[in-house]
């Protein structure tokens, strides 16, 4: 099946960027996203990226999918203290008509101001 | 556009007893609702996807009668956990999907 993975923790200093990571299993996913999720809220959706591209950039965000290496990244640059939370990686799964979502386990997101 | 609400957004409740939990688009139709539950510091667990007008279908683990979902109208889908024990207790999430998923702020379920 499926399988997202995604480092637990990182810690950046406010004004620096942020680097989180994001590996996945499936080779025929067709669109890749990040959430983000602040403490005892739902799923805010930042960006997504679809598996024909290599990049995209957001303001402030840039994504990179390495389709050959199945790895996904989310840049956040000038990285502020709301930025803090925890940002989760996901794919669409593949098959015909599927909007369902496998998700990593979430990379919580610290800034230090 | 493409919010999502939830309500209640968070209920305390006695063991034995049932809760439902609504889902709602507010500004556009959902053909498809997802339910999800999420433990403290883990991922979303995908419970069931629920078309409107039809049976919610199940993933694997998750016990439709304990869970019941209700996909009445394009804009409404309800999770009622029936008979709620302490282990029910956690996060519960929804999307609804238009072209992407769009999440609702979630309901934080307590069983004492």
């Known amino acids: 099946g499926e399988d997202v993975e995604q480092s637990l923790f990182l810690s950046v200093r406010e004004g620096d960027s942020s680097v989180i990571n994001c590996t996945y299993t499936?080779?025929?996913?067709?669109?890749l996203y990040w959430y983000k999720q602040e403490p005892g809220a739902g799923l805010q959706l930042l960006t997504y990226i679809f598996s024909n591209m290599d990049m995209k950039q957001d303001q402030r965000l840039t994504v990179l999918l390495n389709k050959k290496d199945k790895h996904l990244s989310l840049r956040i640059a000038d990285t502020q203290t709301g930025d803090s939370a925890i940002y989760f990686c996901?794919?669409?799964?593949?098959?015909?008509?599927?909007?369902?979502?496998?998700f990593g386990k979430g990379t919580k997101l610290s800034v230090i101001p | 556009g493409a919010v999502v609400s939830q309500h209640p957004s968070w209920v305390i409740c006695k063991s034995g007893t049932s809760v439902k939990i609504e889902c709602r688009s507010l500004?556009?139709?959902?053909?498809?609702m997802f339910w999800y539950r999420q433990f403290p510091k883990q991922s979303l667990m995908l419970m069931a996807t629920?078309?409107?007008?039809?049976?919610?279908?199940?993933e694997q683990g998750v016990e439709k009668d304990k869970f019941l979902i209700n996909h009445a109208s394009l804009t409404l889908s309800t999770l009622t956990v029936t008979s709620a024990h302490p282990e029910d207790s956690s996060f519960y999430i929804c999307?609804?999907?238009?072209?992407?998923?769009?999440f609702g702020p979630g309901t934080r379920l307590t069983v004492l």
């Open positions: 629920s078309n409107e007008g039809s049976k919610a279908t199940y």
């Open positions: 999307s609804a999907r238009n072209n992407e998923q769009f």
């Open positions: 499936d080779s025929s996913s067709t669109y």
């Open positions: 996901a794919e669409r799964n593949s098959g015909a008509g599927s909007y369902q979502l496998t």
């Open positions: 500004d556009f139709q959902a053909t498809t």
